[in-house]
T-cell receptor, first 122, second 112 residues
Framework: QVQLVQSGAEVRKPGASVKVSCKASGYTFRDFGISWVRQAPGQGLEWMGWISAYNGHTNYAQTLQDRVTLTTDTSTSTAYMELRSLRSDDTAFYYCARDRMTVLVGSHFDYWGQGTLITVSS | DVVMTQSPLSLPVTLGQPASISCRSSQGLIYIDGNTYLIWFQQRPGQSPRRLFYKVSNRDSGVPDRFSAYGSGSDFTLKISRVEAEDVGVYYC?????????FGQGTRLEIK
């Protein structure tokens, strides 16, 4: 069965960076992409960016594109999200979700990771 | 960006009664491939979002048939025919047609 398993909770100070992993299993990793979505405590869902596991193409939310980098390691079927220059309002649950392979089709978001809580506090 | 507007934002429902959530998009959602990438999610307390429907009305595996979804153009609806206790949570619509993908604000369903 399809599973996305994310790395554990992290605490960072303002200005630091964090890298979250999302290990996929149960499907051919390169046949899909991964989107990252975050959710601040008690708030709604915010799309952060997408990466194709097929060709590495990316697309980022305009509000985050200067601070976020998405990568994949096809040898381990793992996607990564790095967020830099952390601020207190980056405190949120971060989710990976299986998504489209290319921009030629629409979004899937059919399977989600369990979420990773990132806390930014001095 | 395409704005997704849900209503109501809070939905108190008596067990066994129906419930309906509206989702409107600021632009039409038909993609170049002819599909409409409108997705509904359920997020139970303390859990990750779970996809319920994709491409407007296609029910995901394991979703009870008391849930239904329909719509076209820029007007979409999620219906629950008889609410059960396990339906408590927040429901989101999302468009995956235009970049960037955007979510509605969420509708919180609670038992009255």
């Amino acid at each position: 069965q399809v599973q996305l398993v994310q790395s554990g909770a992290e605490v960072r100070k303002p200005g630091a960076s964090v890298k979250v992993s999302c290990k996929a299993s149960g499907y051919t990793f390169r046949d899909f992409g991964i989107s990252w979505v975050r959710q601040a405590p008690g708030q709604g869902l915010e799309w952060m960016g997408w990466i194709s596991a097929y060709n590495g193409h990316t697309n980022y939310a305009q509000t985050l594109q200067d601070r976020v980098t998405l990568t994949t390691d096809t040898s381990t079927s793992t996607a990564y999200m790095e967020l830099r220059s952390l601020r207190s309002d980056d405190t949120a649950f971060y989710y990976c979700a299986r998504d489209r392979m290319t921009v030629l089709v629409g979004s899937h978001f059919d399977y989600w990771g369990q979420g990773t809580l990132i806390t930014v506090s001095s | 960006d395409v704005v997704m507007t849900q209503s109501p934002l809070s939905l108190p429902v008596t067990l066994g009664q129906p419930a309906s959530i509206s989702c409107r998009s600021s632009q039409g959602l038909i993609y170049i491939d002819g599909n409409t990438y409108l997705i509904w999610f359920q997020q139970r307390p303390g859990q990750s979002p779970r996809r319920l429907f994709y491409k407007v009305s296609n029910r995901d595996s394991g979703v009870p048939d008391r849930f239904s979804a329909y719509g076209s153009g820029s007007d979409f609806t999620l219906k629950i025919s008889r609410v059960e206790a396990e339906d408590v949570g927040v429901y989101y619509c999302m468009q995956g047609t235009h970049w960037p993908p955007t979510f509605g604000q969420g509708t919180r369903l609670e038992i009255k």
